[in-house]
């Protein structure tokens, strides 16, 4: 029972690191309708960044990804004008050829990692990393506390940001009536970069808690494919706040699997449920039938 209550209060804050990673892909793929396969190796590129001004200034980890939010905001606009100009402009078949567009852009990001970084991997130092929480025979490591902290904040901030301000609306709107929201006066084009900038910025952040709950390499984007997909999907496409839950019950049924079965079978987990909940629920366990 101790076993089993340990699996649960970890994958708990397993799921909400989950969730933080999540979120600028339940924006990009769940209100733009794009088909973000790079938004790992975006992950993993802020958090190449987060370790660069960690190591030559000793800044927080955190606060280094607050301070290149702002960048990866330029690079989320700037990646999105170039897939609009290149593929989304041109018709009907910009879905399977951004799928390949994207994945080029992973590629080529993992390929500088590498020729930059090489292959080993990196970590961050910080006062909490490496120190844990004792409540009774729970141990609760300080940087699974942390994550869970700023996913709770990022959830409260994009949902507030996406129901409270009219450019959050639009960002809403835009992927149910683009022709309504010209008529209310904006560019659906111009909303839609926006959203992307938005959705990339977030990684800042994310990025910050990927390389403080484990170190990091260049081929990491590989294993959160699945992960952040099945959140997305399983949340119901758009779902801010469903993208939180949905992540942690992957992060309690992968914690619990890894307890009473292996490590082993926990990959599969997220594309098991990803499947399941596709079958019985093709809308996501918060999503709206349409």
Same mark, same amino acid.
């Given at each position: ?12 804050? $397993?799921?909400c ?22 938004? #790992? ?6 958090? @190449?960044?987060?370790f660069? +001004?960690?190591?030559?200034y ?17 690079f ?10 290149t ?11 951004? +799928? ?11 390929? $500088?990692i590498? =020729? ?7 970590? &961050?130092?910080?006062?909490?990393i490496?120190?844990s929480?004792?409540?009774a025979?729970?141990?609760? #490591? @300080? ?12 959830? +409260? ?14 960002i809403?709107? &835009?992927?149910?009536?683009?022709e309504?929201?010209?008529l209310?006066? /904006? ?8 959203a992307?900038? +938005?959705?990339?910025a977030? $990684? ?13 390499? #260049?081929t ?15 949340a ?6 469903g993208t939180l839950?949905?992540? =942690?019950? $992957?992060g309690?049924?992968e914690t619990i ?10 990959p /599969? ?10 079958a ?11």
């Amino acid at each position: 029972m101790d076993l089993l209550l340990d699996a649960v209060v970890t994958g708990v804050l $397993l799921g909400c690191f989950y969730g933080a990673v999540s979120l600028g892909l339940s924006v990009s793929f769940g209100l733009l309708d794009v088909p973000h396969v790079a938004h #790992p190796a975006f992950l993993v590129l802020a958090s @190449y960044g987060v370790f660069i +001004i960690n190591e030559q200034y000793g800044i927080d980890p955190l606060i280094a990804g607050l301070l290149i939010t702002p960048l990866f905001f330029v690079f989320g606009l700037i990646a999105y004008r170039l897939y609009y100009e290149t593929f989304e402009k041109r018709g009907s078949d910009a879905g399977v050829r951004g +799928i390949a567009f994207f994945f080029g852009v992973a590629f080529i990001i993992e390929v $500088l990692i590498i =020729i930059q970084f090489g292959v080993d991997q990196r970590a &961050v130092t910080a006062d909490y990393i490496g120190k844990s929480w004792r409540i009774a025979d729970t141990r609760i #490591p @300080y940087r699974m506390l942390v994550a869970f902290a700023v996913a709770a904040a990022l959830t +409260i901030v994009l949902t507030l940001y996406l129901s409270r301000t009219f450019m959050g609306r639009a960002i809403r709107a &835009v992927a149910q009536d683009q022709e309504a929201l010209r008529l209310m006066g /904006a560019n659906p084009i111009r909303v839609k970069q926006w959203a992307f900038g +938005i959705a990339t910025a977030v $990684l800042g952040i994310a990025g910050a808690l990927l390389i403080i709950v484990a170190p990091v390499d #260049p081929t990491l984007d590989r294993a959160y494919i699945g992960r952040t997909f099945c959140v997305v999907v399983m949340a119901g496409l758009g779902s801010m706040s469903g993208t939180l839950v949905a992540a =942690i019950i $992957l992060g309690v049924a992968e914690t619990i699997v890894t307890t009473m079965v292996g490590a082993s079978w926990a990959p /599969a987990i997220s594309f098991a449920m990803l499947l399941g909940v596709l079958a019985v629920r093709p809308q996501g366990l918060f999503g709206r039938r349409s």
